[in-house]
């Protein structure tokens, strides 16, 4: 266990930390989309529309982190074939994949610090907010990482590996209420069938921006729960460095 | 050091690999040389414990490939045929970074990596990002972590593929000098001359059989004839091959057979025969045949 909560903190460090000191590229990259959102609501919704902006960046950004690692593994897989060398080597696969998803989450942290204090700032958190909001955001970075990680070993091609995050995050950020309330839709319980619909709903419900009955509050929740499940499967599964 | 017996890999309907048999001594260089497509880097995957075979059974250190993988990885380094260090870091990162993951302690995973970059005259660019360099240097970078590594078995997949005659040069140092500390190297590569100079072994397999194997200097020894005789344009009896519009005659008296072949017009070139003709030779053969 030790082994692997350093193996860990190792693939992180080389992957998030490194080339976020080396340039701020990545951070921007990461970051644009969301924060164009969050201008575009603030300037035709005033300051409701900026906690839907920031509310909404918040989840893209930490549903994104988990989406983005489908690049860099294809890449150290196909590419440069870094992941071969670990295969030789005694790595564990599992500690490959969060590794890989801790350097995601590296490069969008400043982000997230950034959409958290402005909320904490326009006064929008309360105590529980907080918590169930954290709680709901770990368990998607955790379901994205493993939808992401196991994507990624689908991949044989890498000009592939750089349209499938686009494409998924598009898909998981503009078709769940992640910027809109799950009310506009003709049932809310279509909302919670993507991870980042049910954390939307949970964080849009612990901001109190928008209200939800208890049974599709309930039914975000074990839609996360499930995703997290998943996700975690998917990352002892998919992440083996043994093929058949 | 590494046993591999009638090991086999099957993808769909075809044999990558069939009943390949050969064992490693500890401390030995063996060279696994074979035409593209042959099936030496689905060899050196299923050591590695990256790809399952279909049959048959190997062992790497003592251990089984198929139920031991994990005790295996821990005594083995490996550097992948086309790969290449991550491009942002800096060799020593990379280096330091890789015996992290081996599980060194940081302190000498430093040291390690200091001394593995200096031995491959790596020390002056230690600290430039890896994107930077040139591709023989690259190589070096990946040679220098498993170096660094101090494994009992290293797996090469054509390490100086591409790389200059002075690149190349430098790899075949750092071979030498893991063989020195006494690390077992399976080499896999397409230069018949470099597996010449530094095996001790030699496996030919073309088709995903083993054609042949031995030292170098036996199998130099089935070349029939002392000297190799090539042509182009040309022939005036039958050759021992054709490669096109070249012809190949292996003599132990080349002048007289070199004398009619350029009365014929032929461009001619005479060598004593090495590994690389008796390479030409058996797979040549098989081909043909």
Do not use: C
Not at chain 1, 167 to 180: C, E, G, Q, R
Not at chain 2, 282 to 288: M, P, V, Y
Request: hydrophobic share 50%; glycine share 8%.
């Amino acid at each position: 266990m030790k082994k692997l909560l350093r193996d860990i903190l190792i693939v992180g460090w080389l992957n998030g930390w490194v080339p976020l000191m080396r340039s701020w590229i990545w951070l921007v990259a990461n970051s644009i989309t969301p924060l164009s959102f969050l201008v575009l609501l603030a300037i035709y919704e005033g300051q409701r529309g900026l906690v839907w902006g920031l509310l909404g960046g918040l989840t893209w950004t930490v549903a994104s982190n988990g989406i983005s690692l489908i690049g860099d593994a294809a890449f150290y897989r196909l590419e440069i074939k870094f992941q071969q060398m670990l295969v030789a080597a005694p790595v564990s696969p599992v500690a490959y994949a969060l590794g890989l998803a801790l350097s995601s989450f590296i490069f969008a942290a400043p982000a997230v610090m950034f959409y958290v204090a402005y909320l904490a700032a326009l006064g929008a958190f309360t105590a529980r907010g907080a918590v169930e909001l954290s709680i709901a955001l770990a368990m998607l970075w955790i379901s994205t990482a493993g939808i992401g990680f196991a994507a990624s070993t689908l991949i044989n091609q890498m000009r592939y590996a750089w349209a499938v995050p686009s494409i998924l995050s598009a898909v998981l950020s503009a078709m769940a209420p992640v910027y809109w309330p799950a009310t506009v839709l003709p049932s809310q319980y279509l909302g919670v069938v993507l991870p980042t619909g049910a954390a939307g709903i949970i964080g849009q419900s612990a901001l109190g921006i928008a209200r939800y009955g208890l049974n599709v509050l309930a039914a975000a929740w074990a839609s996360l729960v499930i995703y997290t499940a998943a996700g975690l499967v998917l990352l002892a599964k998919v992440a083996k460095w043994r093929q058949t | 050091m590494i046993a591999v017996e009638g090991l086999g890999k099957k993808f769909g309907d075809l044999w990558a690999l069939n009943d390949v048999t050969f064992s490693v001594e500890p401390g030995r260089v063996v060279s696994v040389l074979g035409p593209n497509g042959a099936g030496k880097t689905t060899l050196v995957r299923i050591l590695i414990t990256e790809l399952l075979p279909t049959k048959g059974r190997a062992y790497v250190a003592g251990y089984d490939v198929v139920k031991e993988p994990e005790k295996i990885r821990r005594r083995i380094a490996a550097v992948p045929q086309e790969g290449a260090p991550i491009g942002f870091l800096t060799p020593y990162e990379f280096v330091y970074a890789y015996l992290l993951l081996r599980g060194y302690p940081r302190r000498e995973a430093r040291r390690r990596a200091e001394d593995a970059l200096r031995e491959l005259q790596l020390a002056e660019v230690r600290n430039r990002e890896i994107f930077t360099l040139s591709g023989g240097t690259k190589r070096r970078v990946l040679l220098a972590a498993v170096l660094a590594a101090d494994v009992d078995v290293v797996f090469l997949d054509e390490p100086t593929t591409g790389l200059d005659v002075i690149s190349r040069r430098m790899v075949w140092n750092a071979i030498t000098s893991m063989r020195e500390r006494g690390i077992t190297i399976l080499l896999t590569t397409h230069y018949v001359e470099e597996a010449q100079a530094l095996s001790d072994y030699v496996v030919l397999i073309n088709r995903g059989r083993v054609v042949d194997m031995g030292t170098p200097e036996a199998l130099v020894e089935k070349v029939p004839g002392k000297y190799v005789v090539e042509a182009y344009g040309a022939a005036v009896e039958k050759p021992h091959m054709v490669i096109g519009e070249r012809a190949i005659y292996f003599v132990d008296n080349p002048d007289e057979l070199a004398s009619s072949l350029l009365k014929a017009g032929a461009k001619v070139s005479i060598r004593q025969r090495s590994l690389e003709d008796y390479v030409l030779f058996k797979i040549g053969a098989i081909s043909e045949s």
